[in-house]
Nanobody, 125 residues
Framework: QKQFVESGGGLVQPGGSLRLSCTAS????????IGWFRQAPGAEREGVSC????????NYADSVKGRFTISRDGAKNAVYLQIDDLKPEDTGTYYC??????????????????WGQGTHVTVSS
């Protein structure tokens, strides 16, 4: 079954950093645009970042620009989300998913496939 596995979450103090990983054993991630999404308790899932399959261009939500960095490692078939200067509002479950599209990737959840179980991030002192 094609599904992502997210990892790297945890409990972090404000100002700290985490690197989230996204892998999938039955998908070649280089063939897909990959998005990272998060869902806070009681809130809708929102897109935070994505990386395009066509040219590696990236897209970020305004709330995370300058703090989040998305990247690929083709050799490891993985996509990463480096999160710096964590804030309490970054708390939530983080998911990755794949989008079959060309051009600039988008942050809306529509059309994304193979959602994993997510990894939990809690930012608290």
């Amino acid at each position: 079954q094609k599904q992502f596995v997210e990892s790297g979450g945890g409990l972090v103090q404000p100002g700290g950093s985490l690197r989230l990983s996204c892998t999938a054993s039955e998908l070649d991630l280089d063939l897909w645009s990959i998005g990272w999404f998060r869902q806070a308790p009681g809130a809708e899932r929102e897109g935070v970042s994505c990386i395009s399959r066509s040219d590696g261009s990236t897209n970020y939500a305004d709330s995370v620009k300058g703090r989040f960095t998305i990247s690929r490692d083709g050799a490891k078939n993985a996509v990463y989300l480096q999160i710096d200067d964590l804030k309490p509002e970054d708390t939530g479950t983080y998911y990755c998913a794949a989008l079959n599209s060309w051009g600039t990737c988008r942050l809306q959840t529509y059309g994304y496939l193979y959602w994993g179980q997510g990894t939990h991030v809690t930012v608290s002192s």
